[in-house]
Structure formats: structure tokens, C-alpha cells
């Protein structure tokens, strides 16, 4: 008999280590990790949450995923254009287009007035031409002005514009090409009109820039000249690609590196730039001193970003891998520009 007892007992106390005090509890239901009065019961394994960011000091041993910087409330972004740029500008939409807290508009300078080049958002209304009255009615949060000679438009609107900039509800990305003439004949200046507006060259980190005259233009190169991220790129939102800034260095000297590599054939030659002015990216051209690429302007301009290169490789912009790491750098400028990181 005794011996009995103890074997009973020997089983019982071996079940309740096995199953837990549920094989004691009535029902014989036994709760998934989130059940209770308020959670599911009999649904399986709970899943984790994700865990938080590393402290910045712990960078990870494989190179991590693009970093997408997240947009709490809607923004809208204006890409104004040419036909010769909207390659890039297509490039810009789709960096953004997965991203429904943003909206994007498209408009090139050629089309039909009313009629988008792309996007969701709004555009002029059909027959008119982009205005300061209608610009400041939309409300955009960044607008890109992507080679675009700011003469075909009324002085009013770069004023509207330099003002919504400076009180930090606009932020502005200026890129520039190489001088065209423009739609109404004149030949092409021998400085880009972003640098000769007064509203906008206010705004702009450029000093100086060297003049375009004749069949030879300074800046243009006969093959791609590499991008080199600054140390402070390594840590900007704009131009870091990844949070910890020893990786973003590694990523963009690898993509220096690849063939064809992260370059232009193109980069606007600045030749100085106005004090405040951070350097995110160089384009090293095969010879002479590199040229200031990607620059952020003085803070007390409000959010500027200058962009002078415009023949960026094909192939980066296709490959996948290339084109998501550029895409995230975009996605997270124009979230920059927005005042939302």
C-alpha cells in the first residue's frame, strides 16, 4: 500500500511539472501565451514584438536593411520638372509612391497645363500655369525643382516659396542641369536660373559656381565620376542610407567601388559655397578637386537640399538591390525636407 502512495505520488508530481498548473484547472482549455479575459484563447503561439533599435554603439556584424524613415501624418510633395528630367523625377515617384502617408505630384514645365506628368495629387487646373496663389492653396510640405529654369514662372511664386521655407512649412530640393535655351529662345545663360532668381539663390548654399561657356563644360566628365559620403553624410537622415554611421561609409564606398559605380557624369561646378553649408556627398571626378554634390543648406535658410547631379548610372537606378538603397535615400530626404525626422 504504501509503495502504491508513493508511486501515485511520484506521477502526480511528474504531470504537474509536465503540464503546468493547467492539469489542475477545470474546462481542460488550456490558454495560449495571449489569452485570458481580454486575449484570444486557443489561437497558438503569440507573436513577438519587435524588438527596439540598438543603441548606436551596437552596430550590427552584417550590413543592415535600408533604413526607412517612418511618416506619422500625410505629407505632399511637388516635383516640378522638364521632359529632359523626368527620368529622375520618375525615380523620385517611385522612392515614394509605396509610402501612402505620402502624396506626390508631377509636373512637367512642357505638358499641358492641367495635365500631370504623374502622381496622385493635385495640379494646376487645366489652361494655367503654376501660381503663387494656387501653389500656396495646396499646402505642400516639399517642393523639387528638378532642372527647371525658374523664368518661365512669375517672380511671386519664388518669392511665395523663399518665404514658406524660411518659416520652415516648405522644404525645398534643387537640382540643377546643364543650361538649355530656353522656351521662349533666349540662349542659355551661363549660370543655371536657380542660382540667378534672388528669391531662391538666397535660399541656395551656393557662393559661386563656375560660368558654362562654349563646347567645353566644366563638370561634365567623360565617365563617371565616383560619390564619396562626408562624415557629416554619415549621420544625416539624407544621405546616411542606414543608422550607424560606420555602415553608411561602407555602403557608399562599396557602391564607389561597383561597376558602374555611385557617380555622375555630370555634377554642378561649384566653386564655393555660402558659410552654414554642409557637405553631404563629394562627386571625385577622374581629375581635378571634387566637386560639392549633394550639400544641405544653412540652417538658418530653413530645409534646403542641393542635388547637382543629374546623369547618375542607369544601372544603379535598376539593379535591385542599388535601387532600394537609393530609394530609401530619397524617400528619407523628401521626409527630412518635410520636417518630419
Same mark, same amino acid.
Given at each position: 500500500m504504501r509503495l502504491g502512495l508513493i508511486v501515485l505520488v511520484l506521477l502526480l508530481a511528474t504531470a504537474a511539472l509536465l503540464f503546468g498548473p493547467n492539469l489542475f484547472q477545470g474546462g481542460g =482549455? #488550456?490558454?495560449? $501565451?495571449g489569452g485570458g479575459p481580454d486575449g484570444p484563447k486557443g489561437t497558438g503561439p503569440e507573436l513577438q514584438a519587435p524588438s527596439p533599435p540598438p543603441p548606436a554603439g551596437d552596430s550590427p556584424a552584417d550590413e543592415p536593411e535600408p533604413e526607412m524613415l517612418r511618416v =506619422? &501624418? %500625410? *505629407? &505632399?510633395v511637388l516635383l516640378l520638372m522638364t521632359r529632359m528630367t523626368q527620368r529622375w523625377a520618375r525615380v523620385m515617384e517611385m522612392a515614394l509612391r509605396s509610402d501612402r502617408q505620402i502624396e506626390v505630384s508631377g509636373y512637367a514645365l512642357e505638358d499641358t497645363p492641367g495635365v500631370p506628368a504623374f502622381g496622385q495629387g493635385p495640379v %494646376? $487646373? @487645366?489652361? =494655367? &500655369? *503654376?501660381?503663387a496663389a494656387w +501653389?500656396? @492653396?495646396?499646402? +505642400?510640405d516639399v517642393l523639387v525643382l528638378s532642372d527647371v529654369d525658374p523664368n518661365e514662372f512669375e517672380p511671386a511664386l519664388w518669392e511665395s516659396v523663399a518665404s514658406r521655407v524660411r518659416a520652415g512649412s516648405l522644404g525645398l530640393w534643387a537640382q540643377p542641369g546643364l543650361p538649355q535655351v530656353s522656351l521662349r529662345g533666349v540662349p542659355a545663360p551661363e549660370v543655371h536660373g536657380l542660382l540667378t532668381e534672388p528669391s531662391l539663390a538666397a535660399l541656395l548654399p551656393v557662393e559661386r559656381a563656375? $560660368?558654362?561657356r562654349g563646347p567645353s563644360v566644366p563638370g561634365v566628365f567623360g565617365r563617371e565620376a565616383p560619390f564619396a559620403?562626408?562624415?557629416e553624410g554619415e549621420k544625416h537622415p539624407a544621405s546616411r542610407i542606414v543608422f550607424w554611421p560606420e555602415w553608411s561609409r561602407r555602403i557608399w564606398q562599396l557602391g564607389a567601388a561597383a561597376t558602374p559605380p555611385w557617380g555622375t557624369q +555630370?555634377?554642378? %561646378? #561649384?566653386e564655393a559655397l555660402k558659410p552654414g553649408s554642409v557637405v553631404?556627398? =563629394?562627386a571625385r571626378p577622374p581629375s581635378g578637386k571634387p566637386l560639392p554634390m549633394y550639400v544641405q543648406g544653412a540652417p538658418a535658410s530653413g530645409r534646403v537640399l542641393w542635388f547637382g547631379a543629374q546623369q547618375i548610372a542607369d544601372d544603379t537606378l535598376r539593379s535591385g538591390q542599388q535601387s532600394g538603397k537609393w530609394y530609401a535615400l530619397i524617400h528619407n530626404a523628401i521626409v527630412w525636407l518635410a520636417g518630419r525626422a
Open positions: =482549455e #488550456v490558454d495560449s $501565451p =506619422e &501624418r %500625410p *505629407l &505632399r %494646376p $487646373p @487645366a489652361g =494655367e &500655369r *503654376l501660381s +501653389f500656396d @492653396a495646396q499646402g +505642400f563656375a $560660368p558654362i559620403l562626408s562624415t +555630370f555634377c554642378y %561646378p #561649384v553631404l556627398v =563629394e
